[in-house]
């Protein structure tokens, strides 16, 4: 049986992105903004619907995503970052090691994660408080150490933050996908999300959609486009609420919805 955690992934990447606390993205059928670097390749994968990169086998490969303004780190409720990470390459029980790193004007705030074989693992990192904005973030694909980390939770190879002597991975880069990325509150799983009645209907549509919510207040809904840019904001608090899409492109749209339970983010599509 497959694993989840949330991770990040390396290959060196440029994106830019018009929003600073969520980062929305299954990378379903684009990769539009991403470049790769250090010997590494970067594609949209054989599905056409996730970020695949391979490493070079060098001791840091990575992906790298610059904002077009600078992540606000400084709210601890909204500093996780989330999402899933497989090798499609290890051999069975191999382990490896990998990085993540937000970076800029406050310094780099790093923290290591791992994964096993060709296990499906869903990584979530939680960032510390009192922290200010960065302009960056590097994932590193497999890597020498990566020193003490800062963040805690998930798939950490150090969970107490004590040791900064791992002796890494950078000899076995492979292939590596990632896929929905976000950063934010605590997102419910798919079965907490369910048991709210959350709908959003018609979707597809060529006009606006409905989303209602039967057990719970809808606060927020942020629409973006799958560049990043915020294109819509609600503050309904209602349980139906119509996000009227009439000036909007047709296109992938994701959004996030936050209520008295939790924050999700969920594709919409305009015809």
């Not at 694993?3 to 018009?18: E, R, V, Y």
């Not at 500093?79 to 090691?97: D, K, M, V, W, Y």
């Not at 990085?99 to 310094?107: A, E, L, N, P, W």
């Not at 990192?125 to 990566?146: C, M, Q, W, Y």
Request: charged share 15%; proline share 3%.
């Amino acid at each position: 049986m497959m694993k989840k955690i949330t991770l990040l992934l390396c290959a060196l990447f440029t994106i830019s992105l018009g929003y600073s606390q969520t980062l929305p993205m299954d990378f379903n059928g684009s990769i539009a903004g991403w470049t790769a670097g250090d010997g590494a390749a970067v594609s949209n994968g054989t599905g056409n619907d996730v970020l695949e990169i391979v490493g070079a086998v060098g001791d840091w490969d990575n992906a790298k995503l610059t904002f077009a303004t600078p992540i606000d780190l400084s709210d601890d409720a909204n500093n996780t970052l989330r999402f899933s990470f497989q090798s499609t390459t290890a051999a069975a029980g191999e382990i490896h090691q990998h990085g993540v790193s937000f970076q800029g004007g406050g310094g780099a705030l790093e923290a290591n994660f791992i994964s096993t074989g060709t296990d499906v693992v869903d990584v979530e990192l939680n960032f510390p408080a009192g922290l200010t904005s960065r302009e960056s973030l590097v994932i590193f694909v497999d890597v020498k150490n990566h020193g003490a980390q800062t963040a805690t939770g998930g798939a950490l190879i150090d969970p107490a933050n004590t040791n900064g002597g791992e002796s890494g991975t950078p000899g076995l880069s492979g292939t590596y996908i990632i896929d929905n990325l976000t950063l934010g509150a605590t997102v419910l799983n798919v079965e907490d999300f369910k048991s709210l009645e959350f709908r959003a209907y018609p979707n597809p549509t060529q006009s606006s959609w409905t989303i209602k919510n039967a057990k719970s207040v809808i606060k927020t809904i942020n629409v973006f486009d799958i560049l990043g840019k915020n294109v819509l904001s609600l503050a309904p608090n209602a349980s139906e609420v119509n996000v009227d899409g009439s000036t909007l492109k047709s296109g992938l749209y994701f959004a996030q919805v936050k209520t008295e339970a939790g924050i999700n983010s969920i594709k919409l599509i305009k015809n």
